[in-house]
C-alpha cells in the first residue's frame, strides 16, 4: 500500500503538469480558427487591415543565414537590412525603439569582445608553435601558450553566442514595439 501511494505522489505533479500543458494547447488551437473565422465574416475594420498590412512590411525578421555574417540574416519588407560585419545589428534597422537599440549595443559589444578574444588565440597559438619549433620539443612555455590560445578559442565562442543572443533580443524588442504602437520615430 505504501508503494503505491509514493508512486502516487511522485507522478502527481506530472499528472497535474500534462493536465495543465493539454488544457493550454487545446486553447492556443482554437484562437487561429477564431481569427480567420472573424477575418472571413469581414468583422475587422478596414483602419485595422490597413495598419496590420503596414506593421507587417516594418516587422524585423531574423533568419538563419548559412553564408551569412553571423549566421543569420535580418530583413525587412522583403529586403536584406544586416547583419553587417561591424554594424551587427544596425541602428537605422531599429530606429525608434529604445530597448532594441541597447541590445543592439550589447551585441557589438560582445562582437568586439570576440574579436579581440580571437586575435589573442591566433597570438598566443602562433607564439606557442614558435616557441615549440625553437626549442624543437614542447616544454612548459610552449604548452602554456598554446592552452591559453585554445581557452581564448572557448571565450570567443562563449561571447559569439551572447552575440547571438542579443542581437535576438535586438529583433524581438523592435518587433514588440513594433506591434504596440510605441516606436518613437
Known sequence: MSF??????????????????????KHASAQPIAT???SKAGAEPESSVDRRLSVDSQFLRAEGAFWG?????????GQVVGPRFFAVVPDDVVAGSNEAKKHA????IYHGVGLAFASV?????????????NDREWTTRSMSLVIGGFESVVLEAVC????TNEMMEAVSSY???????????
Open 160 to 163: 559569439g553566442m551572447l552575440r
Open 69 to 77: 555574417t553571423f549566421g543569420l540574416k535580418l530583413s525587412k519588407n
Open 4 to 25: 503505491t501511494r509514493n508512486r502516487a505522489r511522485r507522478f502527481f505533479p506530472v499528472l497535474f503538469g500534462f493536465v495543465l500543458c493539454s488544457l493550454s494547447s
Open 121 to 133: 588565440a591566433l597570438g598566443l597559438i602562433v607564439g606557442g608553435l614558435v616557441v615549440r619549433s
Open 105 to 108: 549595443s550589447h551585441a557589438r
Open 36 to 38: 480567420e473565422q472573424a
Open 175 to 185: 518587433n514588440y514595439d513594433l506591434v504596440r504602437g510605441k516606436l518613437g520615430n
